[in-house]
T-cell receptor, first 118, second 116 residues
């Protein structure tokens, strides 16, 4: 089945560090990938839609300069949390949908990245 | 208005019993898809079942079935013969045609606890 790989699974770093998270579709192509953020005991909130070869589309309230998204190929999107601070600590999870699949195909999720900023 | 509403923050069920997790949705788009995902404590999102707005029959996948009542805009998940491994968060989500069937909007989730 379709697999999405997300790395790293856990990051602990000092305040002010920039952190890059990778999301790869392993056996399918995805022109669009999605980045979500999830606070403890809360739902997944869409941060941005990552579009291959063009700029990402950010949801209202998400800082573009804080959360840089690059989608350089049909199988890779990266999210960089720039100059991370403790309030950026959260669970970040990406998803993608198979281009070739029908609209009923589900989005496949990576395993998520737990980011802790000290 | 909330697109997806899950009114049960937590549910308890005994092993081997059936449980229904509620989900109501709000959309004016005639074409949409409804999804249920399971999120164990480890965090990964596991796809369970899909129901399309034009599907005539309720979706079923093994022990999971979806009680789709279109007029009431509800898409409840039924888990039959609960197992201890079913303990997790369950999210209902919707994707609409007016977003190109791309953007997936989630409800707040229901935490299910299965007891022996």
């Amino acid at each position: 089945g379709a697999v999405v790989s997300q790395h790293p699974s856990r990051v602990i770093c000092k305040s002010g560090t920039s952190v890059k998270i990778e999301c790869r579709s392993l056996d399918f192509q995805a022109t669009t990938m999605f980045w979500y953020r999830q606070f403890p005991k809360q739902s997944l909130m869409l941060m941005a839609t990552s579009n291959e070869g063009s700029k990402a589309t950010y949801e209202q309230g998400v800082e573009k300069d804080k959360f840089l998204i690059n989608h350089a190929s049909l199988t890779l999107s990266t999210l960089t949390v720039t100059s991370a601070h403790p309030e950026d600590s959260s669970f970040y999870i990406c998803s993608a949908r198979d281009l070739a699949g029908e609209y009923s195909q589900p989005q496949h999720f990576g395993d998520g990245t737990r980011l802790s900023i000290l | 208005a909330q697109k997806i509403t899950q009114t049960q923050p937590g549910m308890f069920v005994q092993e081997k019993e059936a449980v229904t997790l509620d989900c109501t949705y709000d959309t004016s788009d005639p074409s949409y898809g409804l999804f249920w995902y399971k999120q164990p404590s480890s965090g990964e999102m596991i796809f369970l079942i899909y129901q399309g707005s034009y599907d005539q029959q309720n979706a079923t996948e093994g022990r999971y079935s979806l009680n789709f009542q279109k007029a009431r805009k509800s898409a409840n998940l039924v888990i039959s013969a609960s197992q201890l491994g079913d303990s997790a968060m369950y999210f209902c989500a919707m994707r609409e045609r007016n977003t190109g069937f791309q953007k997936l909007v989630f409800g707040t989730g229901t935490r299910l606890l299965v007891s022996p």
